[in-house]
């Protein structure tokens, strides 16, 4: 199975400041097709996951532009340019080269 | 407007069994891959299975083979998840979540989740 590793699990930000989160996988997750399936997901408190970032670097219509990713291979990044307080909850990677699909453990995004 | 919404869920005993249900609305069910995903309480998120637009393809992660099925009734846009010999390690939130068709391999929407707890 591919592992994904997240880090940091905690990132205290500061309003209107950057964060950035970074997600590295166990084995390359470059397809046969060509393709990388790394996706990102963010959770509110008390919500369902929602998708933010396709194929590492490409936003989910109605996503802010101030979500970005970026990677290749084993080692990917979510950042928001400037944090907004809507912006709270988890922040999952997750994989879908290869069975079975996997996530990160998760992010935790919080205001100073 | 896409929506799932899941139901099924509650309080089983270990060894129990437990039925999930998905109703789908907003977009042609039949078109698209359907999948489980759970989460127990306050840890990250796991997935369970996938089933194809028809029905023919089925996967599963490990833990779950030989125990858990995965189903879709398309006249009732309805995708469901059976549940056999459950264990307390199987108590979660269960979503529906629906698989994208742009080749993204993604999952787009999804539900508000149902609680399974499996505990004597």
């Known amino acids: 199975d591919i592992v994904m590793t997240q880090t940091p699990l905690s990132s205290p930000v500061t309003l209107g400041q950057p964060a950035s989160i970074s997600c590295r996988s166990s084995q390359s997750l470059v397809h046969s097709d060509g393709n990388t399936y790394l996706s990102w997901l963010q959770q509110r408190p008390g919500q369902p996951p929602r998708l933010l970032i396709y194929k590492i670097s490409n936003r989910f219509p109605g996503v802010p532009d101030r979500f970005s990713g970026s990677g290749a291979g084993t080692d990917f990044t979510l950042k928001i340019s400037r944090v907004e307080v809507e912006d709270v909850g988890f922040y999952f990677c997750t994989q879908a080269t290869q069975l079975p699909l996997t996530f990160g453990q998760g992010t935790k995004l919080e205001i100073k | 407007e896409v929506q799932l919404v899941e139901s099924g869920g509650g309080l089983v005993q270990p060894g129990g069994s437990l039925r999930l249900s998905c109703e789908v609305s907003g977009f042609t069910f039949s078109n698209y891959w359907m999948s489980w995903v759970r989460q127990a309480p306050g840890k990250g998120l796991e997935w369970v299975a996938n089933?194809?637009?028809?029905?023919?393809?089925?996967y599963y992660v490990d833990s779950v083979k030989g125990r858990f099925t995965i189903s879709r009734d398309s006249a009732m846009n309805s995708l469901h998840l059976q549940m056999n010999s459950l264990r307390a390690e199987d108590t979660a939130v269960y979503y529906c979540?629906?698989?994208?068709?742009?080749?993204?391999?993604?999952?787009?929407?999804w539900g508000q989740g149902t609680l399974v707890t499996v505990s004597s």
């Open positions: 089933i194809n637009h028809d029905g023919t393809d089925k």
């Open positions: 979540a629906r698989r994208d068709t742009s080749g993204w391999k993604v999952f787009d929407y």
